[in-house]
């Protein structure tokens, strides 16, 4: 899953380097009036940084929670990671069933240039929320037949300090 939210994201980062491009050659180079190059850029970068929540997820790289974890017992890391994990799934499932309404009132909005209901842009909240929970799923699921291979390893490999 991971892998097909990391290239959506590069594809979304592709276009919204190119839209940015194009909105500075249009201002500044080649007098023509397009308009619509801001308010694609910033639903680009919205829609790119709220799924790029996924992928930060699924390596677990937070800075909080790894300065957190290098400083306590390795029994006290995993009842922790657990918590987190329930924390950081219910809170993307508030966030998806909040989003989702969200995303409906936003249809009765129009966007300025595009006039397009705002409601689509919106959608990427619930959208990464819900990918942000199956990616929590989906990591605890893991590390938990993950963590028995790493314990197992663990057991039958002599300690190098010991000699």
Not at 12 to 23: A, C, E, F, K
Request: aromatic share 16%; net charge neutral; charged share 15%.
């Amino acid at each position: 899953m991971n892998w097909l939210v990391e290239r959506v994201c590069v594809a979304l980062l592709v276009l919204l380097v190119l839209d940015v491009w194009l909105g500075v050659l249009v201002r500044y180079a080649i007098p023509l009036p397009l308009t619509f190059t801001e308010e694609l850029a910033r639903y680009l970068m919205i829609w790119m940084a709220l799924l790029a929540v996924s992928s930060g997820i699924a390596y677990r790289e937070h800075i909080g929670v790894a300065f957190l974890f290098e400083r306590l017992p390795a029994s006290a890391r995993r009842w922790l990671a657990v918590a987190f994990d329930v924390v950081g799934f219910a809170f993307f499932f508030a966030l998806f069933w909040y989003g989702l309404g969200f995303a409906e009132r936003g249809m009765s909005r129009f966007s300025m240039i595009y006039g397009m209901p705002k409601g689509y842009a919106f959608a990427g909240v619930p959208l990464a929320a819900a990918v942000a929970c199956v990616q929590l799923a989906l990591m605890g699921v893991h590390d938990f037949f993950a963590r028995e291979e790493l314990d197992r390893i663990a057991a039958a490999t002599p300690d190098p300090r010991v000699r």
